[in-house]
């Protein structure tokens, strides 16, 4: 059983988000920095993964050696891409991979083929095992006939043999095993905080929406819409709070647009994509480029006829006009009224999820690693502001914090 969900909303817990949990990368310098990444290594060293390429690194870093084999390998596989005998022997290559496929194939249908079948089933095995023959004939003579292949050859199988010597090959197939088992997590998790997202505002936000916020009671056609496309490119809505037409083939009209983050640094991400899918779903077109937008179903990129979302067996249609409760705050230039956020308390860096893991991915596998030099912690920082893009998260939320109202359409679960 679930435990159950606690939303916590309103100014004092969004300034205490933006006050207590920020530490935002791109207000640093080099000092600011090196503590910035000390507290990021305390949580990516608890990640298999990470300390994993970082195992691999140390040990690259304590052999030499192998990044001189790699540069053998690497130059003598562009000296043979550049020889006259190349393109007939990655054809052979290709021809004898595909090969060794349809043999398997066959050797596996024949198991369990019907009788009258395994006459045919076996001439194609025996003409497939000739031509494989006979290209592993052409190969062999392509081979001996070039001076580049053979010193390729030479190189891979020394670097094979060293890679192995010290062990970094079964290294890297563990990581490729973390890193799988991350993947499966990290999808269960994803989908647990969805299901969350969806119960607050079910709980939180229908209530006051369908009323109108004046007492009334609750509107039984208000529904939530989740993953919402309508056929279009780049608008994949993590929820729509809509309310049903009496006529079942008139638009709704939708309440509130629902962003949901797990990850809070991920906000700004969502809140950009959010401020252009808007942009285009109320036909304001500086907002939007209309070629990322063009689908069999908006051929011109703009949202100009209706489509339909249909959920529990309800076909819901979505047009312009269903948007019309939202519009850009003079002040800001955003839409904000009416798009709602809902992520997890947590700290924020300054960059988002995709940038903080190429971050880490670089500082596990920097052979260069030095952090107690400035001048390597200076060229990291560069390279890390660069990541950053110029609207994130804690940008965003001080956007939600401007009055008491707006800090409200954050919901934070825990």
């Known amino acids: 059983m679930n435990p159950p969900l606690r939303v916590r909303r309103g100014a004092d817990e969004l300034r205490r988000l ?34 994993q390429r970082a195992r691999i690194r140390d040990l690259r870093r304590a052999h030499p050696r192998l990044r001189a084999l790699e540069a053998r390998e690497r130059d003598a596989r562009a000296a043979d891409e550049a020889s006259p005998g ?23 249908a024949l198991e369990g083929a019907a009788e009258e079948r395994r006459p045919l089933l076996t001439a194609k095995l025996a003409a497939f095992r000739a031509r494989r ?9 392509l081979v001996a006939a070039s001076d580049t292949r053979r010193e390729l050859e030479r190189a ?26 991350r993947g499966r997590s990290s999808g269960r998790g ?35 819409l989740r993953g919402v496309t309508l056929g279009a490119a780049r608008t994949e809505i993590d929820q729509l709070v809509v309310r049903a037409s009496p006529d ?54 703009h949202f100009d006829r209706p489509a339909v979302h249909v959920q529990d067996g309800e076909r819901h249609t979505l047009a312009r006009e269903s948007f019309c409760r939202f519009a850009r705050d003079p002040a800001t230039g955003f839409f ?24 880490a991915h670089r500082v596990a596998t920097d052979e260069r690693w030095e952090p107690e030099s400035d001048a390597y912690l200076r060229d990291l920082l560069r390279w890390c502001l660069a990541l950053a893009d110029p609207l994130e998260a804690p940008d965003v939320l001080r956007l939600y914090g401007s009055s008491p109202e707006r800090a409200r359409q954050l919901l934070l679960l825990e």
Not at 87 to 103: C, P, S
Not at 133 to 141: D, Q, Y
């Open 336 to 359: 904000l009224d009416r798009l709602y956020l809902v992520t997890r308390p947590g700290t924020l860096w300054g960059v988002g999820a995709a940038a903080m893991s190429r971050i």
């Open 190 to 224: 994803g989908a647990a905080f969805e299901d969350a997202a969806v119960a607050a505002v079910l709980e939180h936000l229908v209530p006051e929406l369908a009323s109108g916020g004046a007492g009334e009671g609750a509107d039984p056609g208000v529904r939530v």
């Open 248 to 301: 079942p083939g008139e638009p709704v009209e939708v309440l509130a647009l629902v962003e949901a983050k797990r990850n809070p640094d991920d906000l700004g991400h969502g809140f950009r994509r959010r401020q252009e899918n808007l942009a285009w779903l109320t036909g304001s077109r500086d907002g939007y480029d209309p070629a990322a937008y063009r689908t069999r179903s908006f051929p011109r990129g």
């Open 86 to 108: 190349f393109a007939r022997l990655r054809a052979v290559d290709r021809e004898l991979t595909d090969i060794g496929k349809a043999v398997a194939g066959l050797v596996a």
């Open 18 to 51: 933006l006050d207590a949990h920020t530490h935002d990368v791109r207000a640093l310098d080099v000092s600011g920095f090196r503590d910035w990444l000390a507290r990021r290594l305390e949580r990516w060293e608890h990640d298999p993964a990470f300390a």
């Open 156 to 181: 891979t199988a020394e670097l094979d043999a060293f890679r192995a010597e010290i062990g970094v090959d079964r290294e890297e197939a563990r990581l490729r095993e973390l890193l799988a088992e």
């Open 133 to 141: 023959e006979a290209l592993r004939g052409e190969r062999e003579a």
